[in-house]
């Protein structure tokens, strides 16, 4: 009789999309959540392609920060409301003085840097990731998710960066290449990982909603 409930409830899962209630529970994988974001800013993969046998030599060589990967993991796990509130909470802690939490420091000044536009992003993509899985649990809303959410991310960042750089007057060089490090060099990065992220999210969530009741 247990198992049959069970089963029920996973198939009303699967259709529904049901959220997490709000509880302790929920408290505590928020924190836990907000506690992925800020490791994920200074968790850094070596990403280093070699072509010896053509003498190009190192044709791309840079540092990537899974931090984007943990942004949709978080909305897929806790959906719009309790992800955007995770997100909220760490983009207030590090324009405090207190937690220099982001990649480069913290503090009110942190907003004139050149990367807080793709931290400020993340308040949208959450919100656009979660409405998407919203919609249910197929594999066209996942994909649809995942690219709201990085695209997101990816052009308000860049948008942003340009705004701070013709303040500076920075020349059209300095803001290409910076555009092509941070972003364009790592968004195919960003879409593979993030899938995974919603996979594993989703796996996550309903082991959650049952435990959770």
């Given at each position: 009789?247990?198992?049959?409930?069970?089963?029920?409830?996973?198939?009303?899962?699967?259709?529904?999309?049901?959220?997490?209630?709000?509880?302790?529970?929920?408290?505590?994988?928020?924190?836990?959540?907000?506690?992925?974001?800020?490791?994920?800013?200074?968790?850094?993969?070596?990403?280093?392609?070699?072509?010896?046998?053509?003498?190009?030599?190192?044709?791309?060589?840079?540092?990537?920060?899974?931090?984007?990967?943990?942004?949709?993991?978080?909305?897929?796990?806790?959906?719009?409301?309790?992800?955007?509130?995770?997100?909220?909470?760490?983009?207030?802690?590090?324009?405090?003085?207190?937690?220099?939490?982001?990649?480069?420091?913290?503090?009110?000044?942190?907003?004139?840097?050149?990367?807080?536009?793709?931290?400020?992003?993340?308040?949208?993509?959450?919100?656009?990731?979660?409405?998407?899985?919203?919609?249910?649990?197929?594999?066209?809303?996942?994909?649809?998710?995942?690219?709201?959410?990085?695209?997101?991310?990816?052009?308000?960042?860049?948008?942003?960066?340009?705004?701070?750089?013709?303040?500076?007057?920075?020349?059209?060089?300095?803001?290409?290449?910076?555009i092509y490090y941070q972003s364009l060099s790592k968004i195919l990065y960003d879409l593979v990982f993030g899938f995974l992220a919603i996979i594993i999210a989703k796996?996550?969530?309903?082991?959650?909603?049952?435990?959770?009741?």
């Open positions: 009789m247990l198992n049959k409930r069970v089963i029920e409830g996973l198939k009303q899962f699967h259709n529904e999309n049901i959220k997490i209630k709000f509880c302790l529970g929920t408290i505590a994988i928020m924190g836990v959540c907000l506690l992925l974001l800020i490791i994920s800013t200074f968790t850094q993969i070596k990403i280093n392609f070699n072509m010896p046998e053509s003498g190009i030599g190192n044709y791309l060589k840079f540092e990537y920060i899974p931090q984007i990967p943990i942004l949709i993991f978080i909305a897929g796990l806790l959906g719009e409301t309790w992800g955007f509130v995770v997100v909220l909470l760490y983009i207030l802690m590090g324009l405090t003085p207190w937690f220099p939490i982001f990649a480069l420091g913290g503090g009110l000044s942190y907003v004139f840097q050149y990367n807080f536009g793709y931290i400020f992003a993340y308040l949208f993509a959450v919100i656009l990731c979660a409405k998407e899985l919203n919609k249910g649990n197929s594999l066209k809303n996942i994909l649809y998710a995942v690219l709201y959410g990085i695209l997101t991310v990816h052009v308000i960042g860049t948008l942003y960066m340009i705004i701070i750089a013709l303040i500076r007057h920075e020349n059209l060089d300095f803001i290409s290449n910076w796996a996550c969530h309903k082991i959650l909603w049952l435990i959770m009741g």
